[in-house]
């Protein structure tokens, strides 16, 4: 098992910026990829990036160029610069980790609440 944990949300202005982390423990090795995803009321929870291990990324049209998905393997940790932030933004934001064996962990969530 997997366990993530995420921190970095907030309330800021737009054209602000966060910086959201995601934690793992557990069974890191297993893990092939990491991702950010977001979600508000009535919709359905999107992907906003996604960095494998061998370091390829790809991210959500809505965010390209102002978002930046990285990670520390030394601290099997992933992080989202999130910049120039805008309030379509708002929402909650979840980390999912994906293993070898097709399975999928996510984290509790941290709101990002993008207003003036």
């Known amino acids: 098992q997997v366990q993530l944990v995420e921190s970095g949300g907030g309330l800021v202005q737009p054209g602000g910026s966060l910086r959201l982390s995601c934690a793992a423990s557990?069974?890191?090795?297993?893990?092939?990829?990491m991702g950010w995803f977001r979600q508000t009321a009535g919709k359905e929870r999107e992907l906003v990036a996604r960095?494998?291990?061998?370091?390829?990324?790809n991210y959500a049209d809505s965010v390209k160029g102002r978002f930046t998905i990285s990670r520390d393997n030394a601290k099997n940790t992933v992080y989202l610069q999130m910049n120039s932030l805008k309030p379509e933004d708002t929402a909650l934001y979840y980390c999912r980790a994906g293993l070898s064996n097709v399975r999928y962990y996510w984290g509790q969530g941290t709101q990002v609440t993008v207003s003036s």
């Open positions: 557990g069974s890191v090795f297993s893990i092939i990829s």
């Open positions: 960095i494998t291990n061998s370091g390829n990324t």
